[in-house]
Structure formats: structure tokens, C-alpha cells
């Protein structure tokens, strides 16, 4: 598509395979393995906190990332822009000075954080995750179907 700008963040997994995600709702973390998400026959993530389905799991770091890519590529565009009306404007009577290129903001890398998840078995679907230790007291939902489970480990 014409005009389309795609940026590529690298969201690091723990040691075990597991990546941090984080509910829009509850604000829960919770980990799960890479393959998991992207198993086309996984319809929805559920949080296993409040069950519910969120748009994004994308946590503050990895939003934060992607606001300074975006914020970075787009000073760098109007600077491009302005340095070519600069160019173009030398012979004429009114002149335009692009100045200094804008200084970059700082993209922190994301680090896969919050080590103190415990791994889970949820039966239902005969899959693992990391979900907060209290959870599997309480009782927390499958983040894979959604299914509440009260089990202890």
C-alpha cells in the first residue's frame, strides 16, 4: 500500500520462551510462549485475571518503543521536507533554512522484566503460562479459551 510505513519491534521472550504481555483492562501481566500467539488456531487471548479479551496486550515498554520510533521517523521527514525547500528556495527572494536536524529521542530496549510469574498448566487446553503466583490460589481464567479454572498447580 502506497504510503504505508511499517516499523519492526523485537519483543524479547525470557529464558523459557515465554513473553510478557499486559491486560488493557486489569493491567495484569502474564507470559505466554511465542508459538502460542502465533497459532492460527487460537482465536482470542483471554486475560487470566478478569477473562476478559483485550485488543492489544502490547505492554507501557513496547508502546513507549514505538511512540519514539514513530516520533523519531516523523522529525526526520519534516527535516528531509525542509531541507529540500531550502534547496529549492536559494535563488529565490524568499529563503527558507531548514536549521539543525532534531535531536532523537531515546528507544530504550525492551527487556522481557517481571520474573516473578510461576508457570501454570491450564488442562483445558493442554497449554502453559505464567500468570502471578496469588492466581493460582484465587482461581484465574485460561488465557487460551477463557475457561475459569480453581485448581492449584
Known amino acids: 500500500m502506497a504510503g504505508e510505513i511499517q516499523f519492526e519491534i523485537s519483543i524479547p521472550s525470557d529464558d523459557e520462551g515465554y513473553i510478557l504481555l499486559q491486560c488493557e483492562y486489569c ?16 482465536l ?6 478478569c477473562g476478559l479479551v483485550s485488543e492489544n496486550y502490547l505492554t507501557d515498554e513496547v508502546m513507549d518503543l514505538a511512540n519514539a520510533m514513530f516520533e523519531n521517523y516523523a522529525m526526520d521527514e519534516v527535516f528531509k521536507l525542509f531541507k529540500n525547500f531550502e534547496k529549492k528556495s536559494r ?3 524568499i529563503k527558507i533554512k531548514a536549521g539543525k536536524r532534531p535531536k532523537h529521542i531515546d528507544e530504550m530496549p525492551i527487556k522481557s522484566g517481571i520474573d516473578v510469574l510461576e508457570i501454570r498448566e491450564f488442562k483445558c487446553c ?7 503466583p496469588l492466581l493460582t490460589i ?3 481464567y485460561c488465557p487460551f479459551c477463557g475457561v475459569k479454572s480453581y485448581e492449584a498447580k
Do not use: M, Q, W
Open 138 to 140: 484465587t482461581g484465574c
Open 27 to 42: 493491567g495484569t501481566f502474564f507470559k505466554v510462549v511465542t508459538s502460542d500467539l502465533h497459532d492460527e488456531r487460537l
Open 91 to 93: 535563488d529565490k527572494i
Open 44 to 49: 482470542n487471548i483471554y486475560c487470566p485475571c
Open 126 to 132: 493442554k497449554k502453559f503460562a505464567k500468570i502471578k
